[in-house]
């Protein structure tokens, strides 16, 4: 990777990765799961506040899977570039789950030191095979990374104590995590080791999801609870309240919600399920016709850290947890597994590049947690934060960015995201390199060269984005007609040789989202978008009151231009009207309308806001009406 | 009282009046108070519910405080027209309370039935002294209507109690009540009956309130109970946290502020107190510049009924309680006891005629509890009410409104309101009749005549109402000039004779008015007024989705016509578009607008909305920009 992507990469390698590892341990989470240390107390010390006390930290009985995406960024961070420092303090980790791993396998830090003899008593609530599945997916990702089978080792001898434990067979548990995770992570392992009962164990997980009597009722008697008395009442939350092919509406926790489908959508490629893919596209027309920002955020609702009412999408308050649009990615991700679609890719697209890409600051060191599209000027990125999922998730996400852009089968390439790099890839018929030479997002033209020993028949798919409205293709330099788009894609089958060169121009225009008028939030308003970047107004650059903008319906003039303190990217001016309230008239209703004034509202990318002066920040601005 | 309050205080006097005493009849109530039955449980069978299963409610500590309000009213229906029935019936319930009285003249049926033993231990939350006010206003209205003294009776011995128990001297509690009302009723018991005590103990309450050590604090310490463990966590919810003098900023319960300040209003005018006048201008001017709906509607947060941060009204969830409006009223009303200011009176009139108005029925027989200004079409009119607070307080104050209109001092009369009407008014000069003809406030021309045994000379004050730009005035035909209208009054001062004839003319303008663009909800919208009466829109008229509406900034096609199935009130027409979004077209966000065609939206006056088909409202409206 190189361009937007590589800098945001190299961004991760050089800084985040350390970071992440350092707040770690600032935080104590290693006092919990390192064996030879004295058991933490629940409560510990942590940093000192801006006014000089002493802050504490509670132990979280998620933080396993927190230390296992930091692993996992690591991994990526040192396939990007080698980092000795960096390595040996993940080997150290590592070192430490490998010591707490029990004679049978178990491994989880919470139930081993904090609540001993508990283990596998209230996989509602706790986090249990949330956690492995984490482990097991950072240990895919370091072996992959450094060849080092540690942590794999480990991993899958838990899943294989995992394997033993759940499942349909008498004497085995026929439960399922609260929280989801475990599901895709056991596909992953499943495919990095071969070892196809993991798969089979991940589609179990799927299977018994939901089913009648439930489990999670039967859990809570067993340990003497009342099941009624569940703290988020209803097993929506868990997305538990139906078999999985019977769900239809996207609810309750946005990440969890956003891991399941991940998983049976790799359980549906695995075994060509269809009931599973039928209830998937359900559940997508669900969400993102009814229930998304326009930045591929998620989850309105801070209470339920997810789903509410469809078109309730308020943006001040929108939780839109950095994790969830990264889940959505993900889920984006594993629709594709069955074939190009730009349905799924767009949103891929649409998630990456605003509410994901939004929770990490330009130079690696700050997070999001929740991505609102509004602000008054009080809502500023965490160093870190009490539940630290979204500083490694977002940044593992952009550390491997490159295993989201294309599709692979047997004879048939898809470019699903655009962007500086070189990928080898391997077909039926052999290794083929794809170089994309290309400043996306910035600028919609990508000229793909194609590398080949010989010369190869293969398919090239080539998704045209939906906001693109007339994409245009060159072939060695000769006018291409871009076909019939199946599925949003151009589609080419031809046998290519080495040094063939596409050019795919894909124009940007600047464009006004209008919102669907149910989404109340939104009325009289439009969200600015270029290419797949939406857009927003913030106030170091426009002044305070952004809701005191009110944008011309006119977008022929707007101008767009690079801006060195942003890196670069394209700030957009457009024509404005600015109101203001007469001076001095403190009347709250008046039959004047407050004075405008002509001005210049200018716009920075959405996934940016927050890299410079602390302030208000808007996405939907007044239009004209 | 003709025209429009006529028919309103016939309603209140033919229906109001006996639903209000069947709805607590048929809520229990007198099983509370009637020391004669046997004491009921707290939990008490109540009606049936609409799937035929049996509902109950509980005992409230403050019901002696509501069927108070419905004597009352009552009072007032019987100064209207006689009503043997009625009466006999509310003759029953003041024998209740007689027999309810002890030996010292206590009375409250909760302490004395519910809770014997623990009278004055919890003055803060337990409405005890609240419960004795507004018995005390029922009293006074009761002997006024009907001159029956046996309430005031038992009224001025608990107060005389009161006046014991509670002051500076050692011995006394230096006390005062948690839910303010007390005050005012006992400033309107004294003038009843000329006794200064009651007068002087009403401003021990007024200077007696948030001083240090706080009385809430030693009363909790006192039952053993940790001051700290209130459940409104601070004392501005009563209105507590400061003693009065130092009070800003208008917070906390928004019936409880309204209520304290008309009673100091009310011992500022009695005592001629300059600071406590100086405080009410402060808090008038936070409330009414940066705290109130268009409606007059105060308190927007269901949470603590009450008030929250500056610009912070939000239009669908708005509480804007019933009660929260007449205090307003009452506020106001009280601002004119120290000379006519538009200020005030315009404010009163805003409330009056929609936020308060709005909680009673066209036919008298339903109410409103809070007050949003945008509905999806779930809001609707309560029988009755488990807090039924706000039923007999709508109706006693449209039964008494003639008590709103004027202000009289020894040599001079100011009109506050305008309305078909005519009152006979006390001067020192004699007494004059002031007859109002005019179909206000459906039209803007008052017609004025004197009626005097003699010719005096006196002043009058004609409010100008600040939504009128252009008022006239003829004296006995010839045209007058209305001269520097001090504090938006038309002064007149001269010697008065019998027969003269006074035609003001308020042109009425359809008017848009636009919202302080720090009120969030508003931006972008209009509301639509007509003289005093505040607009909206219903789906009955307009079909649904209101919001889909945008009003043409050109207001000058307004039409207006009566409608006679809401009384003859004036129904105003706008040329508007109306957005459609494409059919089928699922689209969460799209480059194009919504499709928009034209159309007429019909708008009637708020205080009206849902007396018809049950649907969406909306009070400030989408409008061209």
Known sequence: MRGFW???????????????????????????????????????????????????????????SDVAKVIETAAYALYRKPNADLEAKIDAIIEMFAKLQQPDGYVNSWFIRMQPGLRWTNLRDCHELYCAGHLMEGAVAYFHATGKRTLLDVMCRYADLIDKEFGLRAG???????????????????RATGEQRYIDLARYFIDARGQQPHFFDIEAAAR?????????????YNQSHLPVREQTKVIGHAVRAMYLYSGMADV????????????????????????????????????????????????????????????????????????????????????LYNGALSGLS???????????????????????HRC???????????????????????????????GDSTARLKLSSGEVTLTQSTAYPADGRVTLRIGLDAPATFALALR?????????????????STGDMSGGYIQLRREWRDGDVLELDLPMRVRALHAHPAVRADLGRVAIARGPLIYCVEETDNAGNLNGLVLSDDLSAARTEPLPELGGALVIELPARRERWSAGDGRLYSTQPPAA????????????????????????????Q
């Open 224 to 236: 003497g609870a009342d099941p009624a008395q569940f703290r988020h009442k209803t097993y929506q």
């Open 464 to 480: 045209a984005p939906g906001w693109c409205e007339a994409p245009t293709l060159t072939l060695n330099g000769e006018h291409t």
């Open 172 to 190: 085995q548990k026929h439960g399922y995590c609260g929280h989801e995770e475990i599901e895709l992570a056991l596909i992953r392992l499943g």
């Open 597 to 624: 004034e002509n001005t210049t509202a200018r716009l920075v990318p959405y996934h940016l806001w927050d890299n410079r002066d602390a302030g208000e920040m808007l996405v939907w601005i007044r239009a004209a």
């Open 6 to 64: 590589g800098d945001r990469i190299d961004a991760v390698a050089d800084k985040t990765a350390m970071i992440l590892y350092e707040r770690c341990v600032a935080a104590g989470m290693f006092d919990q799961i390192d064996p030879e240390r004295p058991v933490p107390p629940v409560k510990m010390p942590w940093h000192t506040r801006a006014d000089g006390s002493p802050d504490t930290v509670n132990v979280q009985m998620f933080w396993d």
């Open 362 to 384: 330009i130079d690696g060191s700050r997070f999001f947690y929740d991505n609102p599209l509004e602000s008054r000027g009080g809502h500023h990125r965490w160093t870190w």
């Open 268 to 351: 549906a490629t695995e075994f060509g399920d269809d009931t599973l893919t039928d209830a998937l596209k359900g559940l997508w027309e669900d969400l993102t016709t009814k229930q998304m920002y326009v930045t591929g955020g998620i989850g309105p609702a801070a209470s339920n850290e997810g789903f509410t009412d469809y078109y309730d999408l308020p943006n001040e308050s929108a939780y839109a947890e950095t994790c969830a649009a990264v889940g959505l990615m993900m889920w984006a991700s594993r629709m594709l597994g069955r074939g190009p679609d730009r349905r799924y890719a767009d949103i891929m697209e649409q998630a």
């Open 388 to 418: 630290p999922c979204c500083p490694p998730n977002i940044a593992r996400t952009v550390a491997s960015i490159g295993s989201y852009m294309y599709g692979v089968s047997a004879d048939g390439v898809a470019v699903h995201l655009y």
